[in-house]
C-alpha cells in the first residue's frame, strides 16, 4: 500500500509560480509511474502530467504543456510538479496518483491518490 501527501498550494496571481510536491511512502517509489491530476469545482478530475519510473518518459496536457514540468526524485521518494506562468483556469485541487507499469493518462489505471492540494490563481 502506498501513502501519497500533496504539499505545495497555495493562492498566487496571474503569472506567478509554484512548486507542488508529492512525497510516497509504504512501497518502493522506483516501482511506480506518477501522475498529477486536478478538479476544479464542477468538474470531472482531469489529467495534468506523468511521468514514467526513471524519469525519463513525461507526457503533458495539451493545457499545460510547455507551463508545467513533472519530474521525480527517486532517492527522496518524491514527485514534483512545476507550474509557471499560471492562469485563472488552473485553479483546482491537485491530486497526485501512482501506478505499477507505464505511464497513462487514464485516471482509471491509477491505484493509490493523496488527499489533494488546494491551487487557487486570482487574475
Known amino acids: 500500500q502506498v501513502q501519497l501527501v500533496e504539499s505545495g498550494g497555495g493562492l498566487v496571481q496571474a503569472g506567478d509560480s509554484l512548486r507542488l510536491s508529492c512525497a510516497a511512502s509504504?512501497?518502493?517509489?522506483?516501482?511506480?509511474?506518477m501522475g498529477w491530476f486536478r478538479q476544479a469545482p464542477g468538474k470531472e478530475r482531469e489529467f495534468v502530467a506523468g511521468?514514467?519510473?526513471?524519469?525519463?518518459?513525461?507526457n503533458y496536457a495539451d493545457s499545460v504543456k510547455g507551463r508545467f514540468t513533472i519530474s521525480r526524485d527517486n532517492a527522496k521518494n518524491t514527485v514534483y510538479l512545476q507550474m509557471n506562468s499560471l492562469k485563472p483556469e488552473d485553479t483546482a485541487v491537485y491530486y497526485c496518483?501512482?501506478?505499477?507499469?507505464?505511464?497513462?493518462?487514464?485516471?482509471?489505471?491509477?491505484?493509490?491518490w493523496g488527499q489533494g492540494t488546494q491551487v487557487t490563481v486570482s487574475s
Open positions: 511521468i514514467n519510473w526513471s524519469g525519463d518518459t513525461t
Open positions: 509504504g512501497g518502493t517509489f522506483s516501482n511506480y509511474a
Open positions: 496518483a501512482a501506478r505499477r507499469g507505464i505511464v497513462t493518462t487514464t485516471r482509471s489505471r491509477y491505484d493509490f
